[in-house]
């Protein structure tokens, strides 16, 4: 148990954790440590490698103290980020400093400006513009020029032993390290302008991304509210139209009426019409019921359609509406209430454009990953070239009594499921909109 808890927290330290998880800052001197265990890893195996094909003496002494304070700065780097204390690009960079000081005591000591290792300078600062703000590059790139250009002139003073290599030798030789120290001029300056710009733009489209991320979620939720919204509207204007309907007849009559005719039938279609608004107004309050969330609950296709027929039938009891199944009644839906007031929405429309008849079809291939067709046709004129262009954008309406909210906000609710809506004008007269949803794969028990 101890070696497994021991082992989780190595896996913690050397992959770096979630933004969610943990600062940048935090982060940078995580994976900056991982670097520093890397490089001195690989190139304790690559001195080994080298000391057995090469006869050239290595202060082996002097390496052992090297590593083991190197390895002694990544346990404090680990015991640091354990503590709750804030870290600050300001330590980020002073351990960045650190990996520059060990390297510049092993280049001081194995060969100077010839040490091909000295390069590594770049890779710190490449680090450096990736993690910390410019002033902290450039006063890095500074620094690396400085000292690389001290090793530079140190060697070009030394004189070298006689007979070690000719005049001519070692005029290249010193040519070769010049031009190397002219790449690594170049490549510090090109690294402390371009890479730190690039890190910039890196950051400003993450968070350029998150501000969209943010604004879809809110976007989603204004959908949904707008969606349920619209439905709750449809739903709350029959039955009080009913009302409104049944109190105007009744107020008609004047008392000796009233009290010789039979008003139980109306109190009893006023209490029903009570009952759907209360009943949808519930739905709303439920919907957003944070203990009891609605959009990712399932239901059979079969309780699916009779809500959906249920609602059709009282609030339009003469409309000719035929319903149709055609699938497996044990195939589960998703049961987003914004769906079914969607798909309510197009129906309606449908009965209203409708001359004598609305057909309502449901369908579910056998095949794997089949979608959920729904299927809607009415008789009517068809559906206008303004609406079938503008089928996206709200406030599209032919109707002077509505608002041009309801088709846009049931291709918004279909969409924000992974479904797609769409319309045709039939040649033999009427319209079609067809309705497809991703059926959801049942959840595991």
């Not at 001197?29 to 190139?43: E, G, H, N, V, Y």
């Not at 969330?293 to 309780?303: F, G, K, M, N, T």
């Not at 249920?310 to 009891?317: A, C, M, S």
Request: proline share 3%; hydrophobic share 50%.
């Amino acid at each position: 148990m101890s070696n497994s808890k021991h082992s989780f927290k190595l896996a913690e330290f050397l992959i770096p954790g979630s933004a969610d998880q943990s600062s940048a800052a935090r982060q940078g001197l995580q994976r900056l440590l991982l670097l520093r265990a890397f490089m001195t890893l690989s190139s304790t195996v690559g001195l080994l490698i080298f000391q057995t094909f090469s006869d050239l003496e290595i202060p082996f002494i002097f390496i052992a103290g090297l590593i083991s304070a190197v390895v002694i700065s990544i346990g404090v780097g680990y015991w640091r980020l354990q503590q709750s204390w804030v870290i600050s690009e300001a330590e980020v960079f002073g351990h960045l400093m650190i990996d520059a000081v060990f390297l510049i005591i092993l280049v001081f000591n194995t060969g100077g400006v010839s040490n091909p290792l000295i390069s590594y300078l770049l890779v710190l600062l490449a680090v450096t513009a990736t993690l910390l703000p410019r002033k902290y590059v450039y006063s890095l790139a500074v620094s690396s020029i400085v000292v690389y250009t001290f090793f530079l002139l140190l060697d070009l003073q030394t004189d070298h032993q006689p007979g070690s290599m000719d005049a001519d030798q070692d005029v290249v030789f010193q040519l070769h390290l010049v031009g190397m120290w002219v790449i690594f001029l170049v490549s510090a300056i090109l690294i402390s302008v371009f890479i730190t710009r690039m890190a910039s733009a890196i950051k400003e489209r993450e968070l350029t991304l998150a501000k969209a991320r943010e604004n879809e979620m809110r976007n989603e939720q204004l959908v949904a509210i707008g969606t349920l919204a619209a439905g709750t509207a449809h739903a709350l204007g029959t039955p009080l139209s009913t009302m409104a309907v049944v109190l105007t007849e009744l107020d008609k009559l004047d008392a000796e009426a009233l009290r010789k005719s039979d008003i139980k039938e109306d109190i009893t279609v006023l209490r029903q019409q009570v009952t759907r608004c209360k009943d949808s107004l519930n739905q709303l309050i439920r919907y957003y019921n944070k203990d009891k969330p609605v959009r990712d609950e399932q239901a059979l296709i079969s309780v699916f359609v009779n809500d959906i027929q249920d609602y059709i039938t009282n609030i339009h009891p003469t409309a000719s509406v035929a319903f149709n199944t055609v699938c497996k009644d044990d195939i589960k839906v998703a049961a987003d209430l914004s769906l079914k007031h969607a798909i309510i929405n197009i129906i309606e429309n449908s009965i209203k454009a409708a001359k004598e008849q609305v057909s309502i079809t449901f369908k579910i291939d056998d095949a794997a990953n089949a979608p959920l067709e729904i299927s809607i046709n009415d008789d009517g004129p068809g559906i206008p070239s303004q609406v079938m262009e503008n089928k996206g954008q709200p406030f599209i309406s032919m109707r002077k009594d509505s608002m041009g909210l309801g088709i846009f906000l049931a291709n918004a609710a279909v969409q924000r499921l992974g479904g797609t809506i769409e319309m045709f004008n039939l040649k033999i007269g009427g319209a079609l909109t067809v309705i497809k949803l991703p059926v959801p794969k049942p959840k595991a028990v």
